[in-house]
């Protein structure tokens, strides 16, 4: 089955700096690689994401990057405000279940 | 449209009883996740329903037993609970194994 890995576990920044988060998978044959926020006791709920036969995907102060040779993909943040921080996780489609396989999550704490 | 519904929120339970999780969805879903969230280990999917009359284990499916009750309708069962279930359940509901996934509000389950 899929594999994802995803660092940091942990990120903290100042207000108004850029954050990125890391994600590798391991099936070539993935093909769909969404993001998740999570604020604390909430439900996960996605904020962007992306397909292999797209390289970049924005949408305002987010956006996402694939790198289909290199099996990795990240999540950037510009303009970072004290309500993005949340836990993100990062997914990959598993071709063999028909389901997402979740990486471990980041923690975001941006600083006022 | 209510989304994804789960019962109860909260649950206590000794070591050795059972209890059925239920969750609902009304956006016409074909299938169905369960998952649960442990402290720095993302989500890990439990069984998924990839559609009405199917059910397939995913990465910790040991301990639980699922039913697809109807298309709206997918419950997790707990036959004899032990403390290492002890953790956050989520259900989850897509049109398919890579589009997005709507969640549910969760259950906190303690196990003693």
């Known amino acids: 089955g899929e594999n994802v890995e995803q660092h940091p576990s942990t990120l903290s920044v100042q207000e108004g700096d850029s954050a990125v988060i890391k994600c590798t998978y391991s099936?070539?044959?993935?093909?769909?690689f969404p993001w998740y926020k999570q604020e604390l006791g909430k439900r996960p709920q996605l904020i962007i994401d992306i397909r292999s036969n797209v390289g970049e995907k924005k949408d305002q102060r987010i956006a996402v990057t694939l790198n289909k040779t290199a099996k990795h993909f990240s999540l950037h943040i510009t303009e970072t405000q004290p309500e993005d921080s949340a836990v993100y996780f990062c997914?990959?489609?598993?071709?063999?279940?028909?389901?997402?396989?979740f990486g471990s999550g980041t923690r975001l704490q941006v600083q006022p | 449209n209510a989304g994804v519904t789960q019962t109860p929120k909260f649950q206590v339970l000794k070591t050795g009883q059972s209890m059925t999780l239920q969750c609902a969805q009304d956006m016409n879903h074909n299938s169905m996740y369960w998952y649960r969230q442990d402290p720095g280990m993302g989500l890990r999917l439990i069984y998924y329903?990839?559609?009405?009359?199917?059910?397939d284990k995913g990465e910790v499916p040991n301990g639980y037993n699922v039913s697809r009750l109807n298309k709206r309708e997918f419950s997790l069962r707990l036959e004899s609970a032990a403390p290492s279930q002890t953790s956050v359940y989520f259900c989850?509901?897509?049109?398919?194994?890579?589009?997005?996934?709507?969640f549910g509000p969760g259950t906190r389950l303690t196990v003693t």
């Open positions: 099936d070539s044959a993935s093909n769909y």
């Open positions: 989850a509901s897509s049109l398919g194994g890579n589009r997005e996934q709507y």
């Open positions: 997914a990959a489609s598993d071709t063999g279940r028909r389901a997402l396989t």
């Open positions: 329903s990839a559609s009405e009359g199917t059910t």
